[in-house]
């Protein structure tokens, strides 16, 4: 566990079978105390290139520094695949 051999993203689907973007990283950095596939499960990349935005791929709005919104609750999603 906590090995990678991740090389690229793809943007614009939420599906394997379709065709999305491909993004080849320039940077992968994981989360340091990932050990397995749940717990700290995170990681920040950097893609070479622009990204292509369109109306399946968004930019995340970040909140500003007055929004102190503590104990709220929060939803995310996502999946992963090693192939």
Do not use: C, M
């Amino acid at each position: 566990p906590g090995n990678f051999n991740i090389s690229y993203a793809v943007a614009g689907t939420n599906y394997l079978n379709e065709t999305g973007e491909r993004y080849k990283f320039d940077k992968f950095v994981k989360h340091p105390k990932y050990v397995n596939f749940y717990h700290d499960d995170l990681a920040l990349v950097r893609v070479k290139g622009p990204i292509k935005f369109h109306a399946n791929v968004k930019t995340v709005v970040l909140p500003t520094e007055d929004i102190q919104e503590y104990g709220g609750d929060a939803e995310f999603a996502g999946w992963g695949s090693t192939v």
